[in-house]
């Protein structure tokens, strides 16, 4: 009966006729192997029907060869186009991904304590998210490098969009038009609270309207969790609570937008004509409502999260002069649609 044990790394080697030491460099690829000795370890290799342990092979190059991704959401599509360009390019890379969802500020903050003494991975990467000193400084224990996707943070390196600028491209759109009567909704999420301090979305708003001389309307403002629902309720409010309404309404995300839609469109205002409505993402779904947008490509954001955890690694040059614990911002761009016009005269 053939033997059912699976051939060893020292099988190999010996029908090659070679060291072991010299079989596990022709294996993992590794300087100092002729091609020839390659191409016969390679040759026993297949005829042994020998698979190299992905561990052993990591270990023999120095890494773990994971990468921790870390999210406090899975069911928005921010998080889940980010986690999709993260993935794309640390997989050709021959990284595993290890995704993990925390819901809080305080699990999260347990979880990143914890991780070190779980599995060791070469990285962590969080997304739209803040890390502590103290859970930096432990990570750094380990040596993983942390990288943030979707927010800035100074201690390590990150990819984000300008918010403010997104946010004035918005509402610069909106004052062109002539409209100065603007309502907003604003997005927070209250598992984060106090960070950013001041978003950048909202600042651009009060910039935008005091450049034009416009005091800000507290009636006109309205602060809701990230949800279309949310949304949806405060334009209603905002309705019942003005004298007046407002020309146009700025949302901090196109899911918001889509909230502020629905009750224009079910209070029996017309868009654009009544009121125009403005958002920011690009959001698969604002093509198909004819929503004027600001566009990021979060996709793309995460890839530029991924090759940052490479360059950190030693696995990807850098670009020349660039400074490796640096920012990437990422660009934005106006999308002019149907949901945007002058208002009424």
Same mark, same amino acid.
């Given at each position: ?168 491209? $918005?509402?610069?759109? /909106? ?5 100065? =009567?603007?309502?907003?909704?604003? !997005?927070? #999420? @209250? ?112 890839? $530029?999260?991924?090759? /940052? ?5 030693? =696995?990807?040059?850098?670009?020349? !002069?660039? #400074? @490796? ?21």
């Amino acid at each position: 009966m053939k033997s059912q044990t699976a051939p060893s790394l020292a099988d190999v080697a010996r029908r090659a006729g070679v060291s072991l030491s010299t079989a596990s460099r022709a294996l993992n690829d590794a300087y100092g192997v002729s091609a020839a000795t390659r191409a016969r370890v390679l040759d026993s290799a297949a005829a042994l029907d020998f698979v190299v342990s992905p561990d052993a092979r990591r270990l023999a190059i120095g890494t773990t060869g994971r990468v921790a991704v870390v999210v406090p959401h899975i069911e928005r599509w921010f998080f889940g186009q980010m986690v999709s360009g993260i993935e794309r390019v640390l997989s050709e890379a021959d990284f595993d991904i290890l995704l993990y969802h925390v819901d809080d500020a305080e699990d999260r903050r347990e979880f990143l304590a914890r991780l070190p003494a779980r599995r060791k991975v070469d990285a962590v990467v969080v997304v739209a998210f803040p890390v502590g000193e103290a859970e930096r400084e432990r990570l750094e224990l380990i040596g993983a490098k942390i990288v943030a996707a979707g927010g800035q943070s100074a201690a390590y390196p990150y990819v984000c969009i300008d918010d403010f600028q997104a946010g004035r491209l $918005a509402l610069d759109h /909106l004052t062109s038009l002539g409209h100065r =009567r603007i309502a907003m909704i604003a !997005g927070s #999420d @209250p598992d984060q609270p106090g960070w950013p301090a001041i978003p950048g979305r909202s600042r651009a708003y009060e910039s935008a309207l005091g450049a034009l001389g416009v005091d800000v309307d507290p009636a006109l403002v309205r602060d809701v969790d990230w949800n279309p629902v949310n949304a949806a309720k405060a334009m209603a409010d905002i309705l019942d609570a003005a004298g007046e309404p407002p020309t146009a309404v700025y949302a901090h995300g196109d899911e918001l937008a889509f909230g502020v839609l629905h009750t224009l469109r079910h209070r029996g205002y017309r868009v654009p004509e009544d009121i125009s409505v403005v958002g920011i993402d690009n959001h698969p779904l604002s093509e198909l409502l004819d929503l004027t947008t600001v566009a990021q490509d979060v996709g793309g954001q995460g890839a $530029a999260a991924a090759r /940052l955890v490479l360059q950190a690694l030693g =696995r990807e040059q850098d670009e020349p !002069g660039a #400074d @490796p614990g640096a920012g990437v911002v990422a660009p934005v761009h106006l999308i002019e649609r149907a949901s945007t016009a002058p208002p009424r005269t």
